[in-house]
């Protein structure tokens, strides 16, 4: 969750599902699956805050011009930090929140901070609870991943998936269009009052 959350591009799905799933099968460290999940919800976010922590001190010691000259070697491009100071100078320090929350940006969103010299205490604030969230989610996605696969080979956990997949296409395709044209909308939006400044 540290790299993750960091400048380097790794999808916390990879941890925290996985995380949720063994946890609700008490195959994590305790043995005990609602301990288990909480220490892998703690662990998770201690590693986003990590991460962000790292992103706030780098850019608030290096600044500006050495991001927008070297960070391209660090996945940084300069049209992606560009937006996210954008979008910091926008909606302020709700951002730090806000961002968390949305893929692609919630890495880039500490770097604006640590920029601007945003108050390390609310900062640690808003990145907890939208890393917390995150966090939460994703873990809670893999228990209920762990619940409905409970003592199932991988063959009949293919097939329970292939099933409910099946069972709720209709659903699983209007989420997915509601959330694709919600991401347009906002994209959009934002797109076009950056435009217009």
């Known amino acids: 969750m540290a790299v993750e959350s960091s400048f380097i591009p790794f999808p916390s799905e990879v941890v925290m599902i996985p995380a949720g799933f063994l946890a609700c ?19 998770g976010l201690a590693g986003s805050m990590a991460g962000a922590y790292i992103n706030y001190y780098l850019s608030s ?8 000259r070297y960070g391209k070697y660090f ?12 979008i ?7 951002a730090t929140f806000v961002c ?5 940006i919630r890495q880039l969103i500490s770097i604006p901070a640590g920029l601007s010299r945003m108050n390390f205490y609310r ?34 956990m293919i097939n329970k998936g292939k099933a409910l997949i099946h069972e709720y296409h209709i659903y699983i395709f209007i989420a997915l269009g509601a959330l694709t044209a919600g991401y347009l909308f906002i994209h959009h939006k934002i797109m076009k009052r950056t435009s217009a400044e």
């Not at 940084?76 to 954008?86: C, I, M, S, Y």
């Not at 968390?100 to 692609?104: E, F, K």
């Open 61 to 68: 010691w290096l600044g500006r011009p050495f991001l927008h």
């Open 123 to 156: 900062f640690s604030l808003f990145t907890a609870l939208g890393a917390g969230i995150w966090t939460i989610i994703l873990a809670a996605l893999g228990w209920y991943f762990g619940k409905i696969s409970s003592g199932m080979s991988y063959l009949e």
């Open 88 to 94: 910091f100078r926008e909606y302020g320090e709700l």
């Open 75 to 86: 996945f940084l491009k300069e049209a992606a930090l560009d937006r996210a100071e954008e």
């Open 25 to 43: 099968q008490g195959k994590l460290s305790t043995g005990i699956p609602w301990l288990d999940l909480v220490l892998a919800i703690v662990c």
């Open 100 to 104: 968390r929350l949305l893929p692609g």
